[in-house]
Nanobody, 126 residues
Framework: QVQLVESGGGLVQAGGSLRLSCAVS????????MGWFRQAPGKEREFVAA????????YYADSVKGRFTISKDNAENSVYLQMNSLSVEDTAVYYC???????????????????WGQGTQVTVSS
C-alpha cells in the first residue's frame, strides 16, 4: 500500500512563500507521476501542478503558473511544491497525489490518481 504524507502548510502573509512536502512510501516511487491539488472551503478540488514519472514533464494550472514550482526527489521519495507570491486566493487544503502508471494520463484530473495524502492547510492572510 502506498502512503502519502504532506507537510509544510501554515499561515503566511500575502506575498510570502511556503514549501510543501509530500513523503511517499513505495519501492517504485521513481516511476510515479505526482500531482498537487487544492480545495478551498465551499469549492471543488482543483488541479495545481503535476510532474510526470520521469520528471521530464511538468504541468501547472494557469492560476499558479510562474509562482509555483513542483519538484521531485527520488532519493528522498518526496515531491515538493514551492509556492511564491502567495495571495489570499491560494488559501486551501493542499493534497498530493500519486499515479503509478503515468502513460496516457490526464494530469489535471483528480480521478486519474491512484493514491492521496490527507492534506495540509495553507492559509494566506491579507
Amino acid at each position: 500500500q502506498v502512503q502519502l504524507v504532506e507537510s509544510g502548510g501554515g499561515l503566511v502573509q500575502a506575498g510570502g512563500s511556503l514549501r510543501l512536502s509530500c513523503a511517499v512510501s513505495g519501492r517504485t516511487f521513481a516511476t510515479y507521476g505526482m500531482g498537487w491539488f487544492r480545495q478551498a472551503p465551499g469549492k471543488e478540488r482543483e488541479f495545481v501542478a503535476a510532474m510526470s514519472g520521469s520528471g521530464r514533464d511538468t504541468y501547472y494550472a494557469d492560476s499558479v503558473k510562474g509562482r509555483f514550482t513542483i519538484s521531485k526527489d527520488n532519493a528522498e521519495n518526496s515531491v515538493y511544491l514551492q509556492m511564491n507570491s502567495l495571495s489570499v486566493e491560494d488559501t486551501a487544503v493542499y493534497y498530493c497525489a500519486a499515479r503509478v502508471d503515468w502513460r496516457a494520463v490526464v494530469p489535471g484530473v483528480a480521478d486519474e490518481y491512484d493514491y492521496w495524502g490527507q492534506g495540509t492547510q495553507v492559509t494566506v492572510s491579507s
